[in-house]
């Protein structure tokens, strides 16, 4: 597809009317190897509860308390156009940094929120990683890397895709998630690989516009809202759309194999050859 925004044509319906979805399955976090087998060699999603029942930050992570603790880290963030993703689009999202506790404090003003913290777990004081654990299921993965993220009410993440898995542990708030598998690319309308945000969609499944988007219509997709304890396993390549219902915290591990590593190399490579997404994990 191209690199340009297809025009618009008629009125910007809302609605999901003419996408159905399946509720994304909930089960116990399983051994090891089930979860390999069912899970992710299948590249199927999945809600996996209690698998942070132990972990401190899922007792103890409220935003008083990380404004407390950690209130002076410099917090990578994404800037927001009311309330969504704001990208450029030569140079996709431009990052910035934030003070923890003063994003925290701006949280209770009206408002839709200027930023979304996503911030490698590196920006942080080391005493962090006494708050939680790598999950069993990634441990010793060639390729990891995690962020926490923080977000106001009502901060959308527009639809796209990673190469590696992703979990996405929720310990504050609730968040819906829109999922569609890689089988589901030409209903998303995905950008161009010159564009800005190579791996992001032009179409919004939660208002869908099928006169500019005429293959959404039909698209087969999967949804969930997680809350505080719940993990969601989105696999590689899987677009999803996010929105947070409350004022949250999160952490997400992605993680993959050797090709899993070796591909995020070369599309971290290829994206600071064209200077876009700068200060991502600065």
């Known amino acids: 597809m191209a690199d340009r925004e297809p025009s618009s044509a008629g009125p910007r319906p809302s609605g999901d009317e003419g996408i159905s979805y399946t509720d994304v399955e909930r089960v116990e976090a399983p051994p090891r190897a089930d979860f390999l087998r069912d899970y992710v060699r299948p590249r199927r999603p999945v809600m996996l509860t209690g698998m942070v029942d132990g972990w401190r930050a899922r007792h103890h992570w409220s935003l008083e308390y990380l404004a407390a603790a950690f209130g002076d880290t410099p917090a990578i963030a994404a800037p927001l156009r009311n309330g969504t993703l704001r990208d450029d689009p030569k140079h996709g999202v431009e990052f910035l940094h934030v003070r923890l506790r003063e994003f925290i404090e701006s949280l209770g003003k009206p408002g839709s929120a200027a930023a979304y913290v996503m911030a490698p777990t590196w920006d942080f004081p080391a005493r962090l990683q006494q708050?939680?654990?790598?999950?069993?299921?990634?441990?010793?993965?060639?390729?990891?890397?995690?962020?926490?993220?923080?977000?106001?009410?009502?901060?959308?993440?527009?639809?796209h895709r990673?190469?590696?898995?992703?979990?996405?542990?929720?310990?504050?708030?609730?968040?819906?998630?829109?999922?569609?598998?890689?089988?589901?690319?030409?209903?998303?309308?995905?950008?161009?690989?010159?564009?800005?945000?190579?791996?992001?969609?032009?179409?919004?499944?939660?208002?869908?516009?099928?006169?500019r988007f005429p293959r959404l219509r039909g698209a087969r997709g999967?949804?969930?809202?997680?809350?505080?304890?719940?993990?969601?396993?989105?696999?590689?390549?899987?677009?999803?759309?996010?929105?947070?219902?409350?004022?949250?915290?999160?952490?997400?591990?992605?993680?993959?194999?050797?090709?899993?590593?070796?591909?995020?190399?070369?599309?971290?490579?290829?994206?600071?050859?064209?200077?876009?997404?700068?200060?991502?994990?600065?």
């Open 131 to 159: 708050d939680y654990e790598t999950p069993p299921y990634c441990t010793g993965a060639p390729y990891l890397q995690a962020k926490v993220w923080v977000g106001k009410e009502g901060t959308v993440t527009p639809a």
């Open 162 to 211: 990673d190469i590696p898995h992703n979990f996405h542990v929720h310990l504050r708030g609730r968040k819906r998630w829109l999922l569609f598998s890689p089988r589901e690319s030409s209903h998303m309308y995905r950008r161009g690989l010159f564009s800005g945000l190579p791996n992001f969609a032009w179409a919004d499944p939660e208002q869908p516009d099928f006169e």
């Open 222 to 282: 999967y949804r969930c809202v997680c809350g505080p304890g719940d993990t969601l396993f989105i696999p590689s390549g899987w677009w999803h759309h996010t929105r947070l219902l409350d004022d949250c915290v999160s952490m997400n591990f992605w993680w993959g194999g050797r090709l899993v590593y070796a591909a995020s190399r070369v599309s971290a490579t290829f994206k600071r050859a064209r200077n876009i997404q700068r200060g991502e994990w600065a």
